[in-house]
């Protein structure tokens, strides 16, 4: 019987650090997906030893982590997230799991999203997702991220978002990156800052959050704004190697 390996293609790319050759052509419906993004070295600010991280595309592999850590840190995530119908547990079950893995590889296969995880010394550590994806006139993308609490204020994110940015100008070839954060959420806020991002607006009661509908900043950036990639201005400055 014919096994499908759904989502599992976390077995693709083990060779080197599994990015993509930099010529690479991009896929004419899902440009930038599957890939990997290339790895980088981070600092520990705790002087614990450097950690490796790259961002690769999500597979089903990724779930008990995914599961622990997220539960794990609900009292962190739930207050920024949308909001949850149900039970945090009941909605980071198995077949919850599953249901977001399918809807994400359908999405992606359709090129409307590019789901990954982050990876730290080869292990899961959190999601970057760049979603409404569109191109064409309006060319542009918004990122989303988490990670977990035990990498926080270690330069994990910052890192992560870079290489986020800088595949979706890159790879998936959009002209424009956008994200949102919560007034309250100012660690986020200083993420997306120190990746160059612009402050653009304030959107009122725009998304359910944790319950409710609360207001974002909304932020941007666009793929000539800067003479050099997110990756390279955050080595310039000696955060990444």
Known sequence: MLMLDLFGFGRRGRRGNGAPPPMMPRHAIHPGWPESTQSVTVNRSDGAGDMVLRLRPLVRGDFQDWQDMRIADQHILQPVEPTVMGDWEDAHSKRQWWQQLLQLRSAADAGTVVPLAIE??????????LGAIQHGVGSDCWVGYWVHSALSGQGV?????ALGVDHALQRVGVHRVVATYLPSNTASGRVLEKNGFRQEGYLHRNLHIDGRWQDHYLVALCDDDYSLSCIERLRHKGQVV
């Open 120 to 129: 730290v010394n080869g292990r899961f550590a959190g999601q970057l997702t």
């Open 157 to 161: 994110a910052t890192a992560a978002v």
